[in-house]
T-cell receptor, first 114, second 111 residues
Framework: EPEVTQTPSHQVTQMGQEVILRCVPI?????FYWYRQILGQKVEFLVS????????KSEIFDDQFSVERPDGSNFTLKIRSTKLEDSAMYFC????????????FGPGTRLTVT | DAKTTQPNSMESNEEEPVHLPCNHS???????IHWYRQLPSQGPEYVIH?????VNNRMASLAIAEDRKSSTLILHRATLRDAAVYYC????????????WGAGTKLIIKP
């Protein structure tokens, strides 16, 4: 069964450093998403991406964040200058369409900012 | 903010049916009702979704009230592997790409 994969599984970085989280969505999916979950809290939407542009973003997704689909398979989330409060699990998801379709989630990347 | 209300937690015995309720009194005509779950230390997983009619799939059933102001996720025979946080999410198909998550219901399965 096809699945969404994410790398790395755990990333430790120092405050102020740039990080890139990587995702490989399911191959025939056209819509891509990033969510995050701070430990013990609820899942929060960050951004959705379609046709090489952002289709929707939340208030969390400020200028420190960017997304990119550098080739036909990868989907990346970059945090330009990490803060302590960026420590969280980051989940990538993809879907075939955006309407009533289900989103398939990856296993997540745990980001720890020290 | 999430537009759904779910109990914080529920307990059930293994191999018995589980009924997880969700209230969504302000649901609009274009909101689909989605259910996802998150097993411990894993990413969320799609369970089921529906609009008006009851839905069945290999994982669960979704019973939707006639006025659509509430719904119930039914696990027909819970196993220990079904212990997870279950999220009921409304998604407007015409305006939202995102899923807006609440706190969900933590389902505890007793052996």
């Amino acid at each position: 069964e096809p699945e969404v994969t994410q790398t790395p599984s755990h990333q430790v970085t120092q405050m102020g450093q740039e990080v890139i989280l990587r995702c490989v969505p399911i191959s025939n999916h056209l819509y891509f998403y990033w969510y995050r979950q701070i430990l013990g809290q609820k899942v929060e939407f960050l951004v959705s991406f379609y046709n090489n542009e952002i289709s929707e973003k939340s208030e969390i997704f400020d200028d420190q964040f960017s997304v990119e689909r550098p080739d036909g398979s990868n989907f990346t989330l970059k945090i330009r200058s990490t803060k302590l409060e960026d420590s969280a699990m980051y989940f990538c998801a993809s879907s075939e369409s955006y309407r009533d379709d289900e989103q398939y989630f990856g296993p997540g990347t745990r980001l720890t900012v020290t | 903010d999430a537009k759904t209300t779910q109990p914080n937690s529920m307990e059930s015995n293994e191999e018995e049916p589980v009924h997880l309720p969700c209230n969504h009194s302000t649901i609009s005509g274009t909101d689909y009702i989605h259910w996802y779950r998150q097993l411990p230390s894993q990413g969320p997983e799609y369970v089921i979704h529906g609009l008006t009619s009851n839905v069945n799939n290999r994982m669960a059933s979704l019973a939707i009230a006639e006025d659509r102001k509430s719904s119930t996720l039914i696990l027909h025979r819970a196993t220990l592997r079904d212990a997870a946080v279950y999220y009921c999410i409304l998604r407007d198909v015409w305006s939202n790409y995102q899923l807006i998550w609440g706190a969900g219901t933590k389902l505890i399965i007793k052996p």
